[in-house]
Nanobody, 113 residues
Framework: QVHLVESGGGLVQPGGSLRLSCAASGSISLDAMGWYRQAPGKQRELVAFFIGGGRTNYVDSVKGRFIISRDNAKNTMYLQMNNLKPEDTAVYYC????????WGQGTQVTVSS
């Protein structure tokens, strides 16, 4: 059974940085996986993902600020978030692109002065 555990969130001031981790266990590949986020009162959105062959893609709002990476040996995916903005405040999750694996608990990121 697939198990996803996100960590690394916290409270950070605008302009700050955080690095999120996603530890994946079970029968799952880090190919075609990504980071999602859900802000209060909003739908969950995909913000950064692998699209095969190690290529990456990002939603426009995080391009140039977020970097997705992975360590296949550790079956762990990361999201380096730089120059954080208050609108980045959300619970961040990792998951496959489709079909979804069971969702983890997510990690809260709060950007506030």
């Amino acid at each position: 059974q697939v198990h996803l555990v996100e960590s690394g969130g916290g409270l950070v001031q605008p302009g700050g940085s955080l690095r999120l981790s996603c530890a994946a266990s079970g029968s799952i590949s880090l190919d075609a996986m990504g980071w999602y986020r859900q802000a209060p009162g909003k739908q969950r959105e995909l913000v950064a993902f692998f699209i095969g062959g190690g290529r990456t893609n990002y939603v426009d709002s995080v391009k140039g600020r977020f970097i997705i990476s992975r360590d296949n040996a550790k079956n762990t995916m990361y999201l380096q978030m730089n120059n954080l903005k208050p609108e980045d405040t959300a619970v961040y999750y990792c998951n496959k692109l489709s079909p979804f694996a069971p969702w983890g608990q997510g990690t809260q990121v709060t950007v506030s002065s």
